[in-house]
T-cell receptor, first 111, second 117 residues
Framework: LAKTTQPISMDSYEGQEVNITCSHN???????ITWYQQFPSQGPRFIIQ???TKVTNEVASLFIPADRKSSTLSLPRVSLSDTAVYYC????????????FGAGTRLFVKA | DTGVSQDPRHKITKRGQNVTFRCDPI?????LYWYRQTLGQGPEFLTY????????KSRLLSDRFSAERPKGSFSTLEIQRTEQGDSAMYLC???????????????FGQGTRLTVV
């Protein structure tokens, strides 16, 4: 399973765009990149998943360069409620969701 | 179906006691996972089931831990002779069976917070 590296913490202000970058140098051909969000005392919640290029949904965008050795989660116009831990995960899912979570990035959004 | 349900939400037990947690996955999901999460860390994989078969166990899962999913629906995680180091949030997740190398989303419950005193 590919290991990921992401910043330990980030600060932002309400209304700003936040970009969190994750490194996954050992990503395998069949691996997908998935981002989860976790609030205190809750289980992680799926945000977005992609394989290459760009994926966008109603809450975020995911940018993946051609070499797929990194990815960037983009949160447009964050609000206070986006304060959470964000995890970047890499895996192919064929053996079940055993992906290594890592410590994640703690995003703190200030007013 | 309202998602993955875990019971209890909180459990305080004395060291040496046995505890059992229950997880009810989303009904059509074949796969069920257990994770442990300590403060400031991401979830650590413990074990997973595909239907009733336990397909993999992490080396984090000592002999004091046992998990079952007898009918391929709900699952239980039992910890025997609890130790203070077992204090953590225990998370359950479920996912549908993915194919063709496609990653699948896992849906997490709210967890059971265990405190061993």
């Amino acid at each position: 399973l590919a290991k990921t590296t992401q910043p330990i913490s980030m600060d932002s202000y309400e209304g700003q765009e936040v970009n969190i970058t994750c490194s996954h140098n050992n990503i395998a051909t069949n691996d997908y990149i998935t981002w989860y969000q976790q609030f205190p005392s809750q289980g992680p919640r799926f945000i977005i998943q992609g394989y290459k290029t760009k994926v966008t949904n109603e809450v975020a965008s995911l940018f993946i360069p051609a070499d797929r050795k990194s990815s960037t989660l983009s949160l447009p116009r964050v609000s206070l409620s986006d304060t959470a831990v964000y995890y970047c995960l890499v895996g192919d899912g064929t053996g079940g969701f055993k992906t290594i979570f890592g410590a994640g990035t703690r995003l703190f959004v200030k007013a | 179906d309202t998602g993955v349900s875990q019971d209890p939400r909180h459990k305080i037990t004395k060291r040496g006691q046995n505890v059992t947690f229950r997880c009810d996955p989303i009904s059509e999901h074949n796969r069920l996972y257990w994770y442990r999460q300590t403060l400031g860390q991401g979830p650590e994989f413990l074990t997973y089931f595909q239907n009733e078969a336990q397909l993999e166990k992490s080396r984090l899962l000592s002999d004091r831990f046992s998990a079952e999913r007898p009918k391929g629906s709900f699952s239980t995680l039992e910890i025997q002779r609890t130790e203070q180091g077992d204090s953590a949030m225990y998370l359950c997740a479920s996912s549908p069976l993915g194919g063709d190398g496609m990653n699948t989303e896992a849906f997490f419950g709210q967890g059971t917070r265990l405190t061993v005193v």
